[in-house]
């Protein structure tokens, strides 16, 4: 298995949008589900939101209606489009593979991608 690549963090002002992508050779053949977490500095890393092999989606609560999950399943890559983007959503972007059922060889970190968001 290869672990996510993620891509297109960077610097955008408050109120701003940003999409960020995530790869995961063969998490679509290998039946995971995706999610979405974050890491700001000296705080716990945190869950954001998931999308399940049926295309299924959840979100934290203080990111549903801004952040839409998505996936394009021939190209093994998540998307997280995030709108009305807030300071407070400065963090290190991380995804995963997420073991599901009937899925195998999953529960893979990437490296992160930084999202900073200030003015």
């Known amino acids: 298995a290869q672990a996510p690549v993620e891509s297109g963090g960077g610097l955008v002002q408050p109120g701003g949008s940003l999409r960020i992508s995530c790869t995961a050779p063969?998490?679509?053949?290998?039946?995971?589900?995706m999610s979405w977490h974050r890491q700001a500095v000296g705080k716990e890393r945190e869950w954001i939101s998931r999308?399940?092999?049926?295309?299924?989606?959840h979100y934290l609560e203080s990111v549903k209606g801004r952040f839409t999950i998505s996936k394009d399943d021939a190209k093994d890559t998540v998307y997280l489009q995030m709108d009305s983007l807030k300071p407070e959503d400065t963090a290190m972007y991380f995804c995963k593979t997420v073991p599901w059922t009937g899925g195998s060889n999953c529960n893979y970190w990437g490296q992160g991608t930084q999202v900073t968001v200030s003015a």
């Open positions: 999308i399940s092999p049926s295309g299924d989606t």
């Open positions: 063969r998490f679509t053949s290998n039946g995971c589900a």
